[in-house]
């Protein structure tokens, strides 16, 4: 007989008759030794089943309603006697029991393959979300990293842009102290030149026929060699300077002297003596020639070679350069740079910021500089100012050779880690890599006077069309590296200076 602790409804009654007939637990199947009733289902359990099974999910495993242990209502019934399991001792009990075995299997697998599927798409689905959340968050920080340095140069160039474009605006430059370092005189012959450059740059033509020039340029060949200029031991030559009309040519040599050579004649018709170790930097002016040298001194001389001036700067200095003004000199050493009035061979400003400087070039307008380092970096200069404004990164060995497009929109620098790039001054990044192959030697690195072709000079010589950064064509006529390259007057030949104590010029 059966009895209830408590008052059940009339399905559980039923449930309980039902169950009374065939009284069986609806987990394991088996006769229950501790009956007890579910009141969500009405379906006895084993108590010890039932409970594991709450404390695992907390509901009635036939109709998955929640239930508590406490919920349960226990059976007093007689003991019990379990039915004796059939035994399998004829051929078609067996093979009942396996095909039993084998439902019961077949039908577990099933159910996992169908869990591990979801699973698994529903991890596809978070692993394709966690990387389009990682490559949003990598080009937001880029563009971010992007707009602060924009905003950075913008705020350190804009009093100086706004000089340059506006008259009024200049006069109110002239107060900055820093700018002040120059003096007045110095400062206003800079902006004067700064603004008729400026001014002729905006209004500057294309070339006609850039197809023809690009053939031409593709065709280049030697078409002279001058070779032994300089002491066959250490007559390396490190830097050129051309004469404005393009007949004469200083060279600087690792020989401690320069000469000047004339073209048309082949002969050299001065040289230049006075430094004590290997000279690094070459001007030519009209009027003057200077060179810079590692034993800490830029020389200002005469076209006949004698010596009119003498700046005396320490460190030793890497490179020279020559404002457009044609009045004042720039050199750079591992310290900083500074600048010099070539006639009195006076230093004007001078700039300490240990940037370890490599090369140096000014902007066609005068206004701006750049500084390779020979660690790396690249920075800009405002030269009336003596700020720097802008700073770029990407080489990963020293930068050796820069130089300025003459629209004025573009810096190419060449380094120790074989490339070359180009980087853009309105958008402040590198817009175009240029990769060699390793250990190859850079140099030197020249825009033309069009911005219309760019060749670099190292191990061989290579010149390629802008924009397009096609190679036109490939030189490899020089034994030692190539340490200076100069572009002509119509970009139809270039020149080229090498260790190999050679200036060659290919047309």
């Not at 006609?208 to 390396?236: D, F, W």
């Not at 192959?437 to 290579?462: C, E, K, S, Y």
Request: glycine share 6%.
């Amino acid at each position: 007989s059966v009895r209830f602790l408590s008052g059940p409804s009339k399905r559980l009654a039923r449930a309980l008759k039902s169950e009374t007939m065939s009284l069986s637990c609806a987990i394991t199947g088996e006769v229950p030794v501790e009956p007890v009733v579910s009141p969500k289902s009405g379906s006895v359990f084993e108590r010890s089943v039932i409970v594991k099974h709450i404390a695992a999910n907390g509901t009635d495993p036939v109709n998955e309603e929640a239930l508590t242990e406490d919920e349960l209502i226990p059976l007093n019934a007689s003991n019990v006697v379990r039915p004796r399991a059939p035994k399998a001792t004829s051929i078609p009990i067996l093979i009942k029991m396996l095909q039993d075995e084998w439902d019961a299997v077949a039908l577990e697998t099933y159910e996992l393959k169908k869990a591990a599927l979801a699973y698994k798409q529903e991890l596809t689905h978070s692993l394709y979300q966690q990387d389009a959340a990682c490559r949003v968050i990598a080009r937001l920080t880029k563009e971010r990293d992007q707009a602060r340095q924009a905003l950075s140069a913008l705020k350190a160039s804009a009093p100086q842009v706004a000089a340059a474009d506006n008259g009024e605006a200049q006069q109110g430059m002239d107060t900055d102290a820093d700018a002040n370092q120059l003096g007045d005189d110095v400062l206003a012959a800079i902006k004067k030149r700064y603004k008729a450059l400026h001014s002729q740059r905006k209004n500057r033509s294309k070339p006609a026929n850039p197809a023809e020039l690009a053939e031409t340029v593709s065709k280049l060949a030697c078409k002279s060699a001058h070779t032994g200029m300089h002491s066959a031991r250490s007559g390396s030559i490190n830097a050129i300077a051309v004469s404005s009309d393009e007949t004469k040519v200083l060279t600087a040599s690792s020989d401690k002297t320069a000469h000047l050579f004339d073209l048309s004649a082949e002969q050299v018709v001065a040289t230049f003596k006075g430094h004590s170790k290997k000279l690094t930097g070459a001007v030519l002016t009209d009027d003057f020639a200077a060179t810079s040298s590692t034993d800490g001194t830029v020389r200002v001389w005469n076209l006949s070679g004698e010596s009119q001036a003498v700046v005396k700067v320490g460190p030793a200095i890497t490179d020279l350069d020559l404002h457009p003004t044609g009045q004042y000199l720039l050199s750079t050493t591992n310290t900083g740079w500074q600048f010099h009035d070539a006639a009195s061979g006076s230093t004007l400003a001078s700039v300490e910021d240990n940037s370890d400087a490599s090369c140096v070039c000014f902007h066609p307008d005068g206004g701006l500089f750049g500084v390779g380092s020979s660690s790396g970096p690249l920075g800009m200069w405002d030269i009336r100012t003596q700020a720097s404004v802008a700073s770029f990164d990407g080489h990963s060995g020293g930068v050796t050779s820069l130089t300025f497009s003459e629209n004025g929109y573009q810096v190419a620098s060449c380094g120790n880690d074989a490339t070359a790039k180009i980087w853009d001054l309105r958008k402040l990044k590198c817009s175009q890599t240029i990769e060699f192959p390793a250990g190859h030697q850079l140099n030197a690195i020249a825009f033309d006077n069009t911005a219309t072709f760019l060749a670099v000079g190292g191990t061989d010589i290579r010149t390629y069309m802008v924009k397009q950064w096609e190679v036109l064509s490939t030189l490899t006529d020089n034994t030692k590296p190539v340490n200076a390259l100069s572009w002509s007057n119509t970009s139809m030949s270039l020149m080229a200076a090498s260790a190999d104590n050679s200036i060659r010029i290919f047309a």
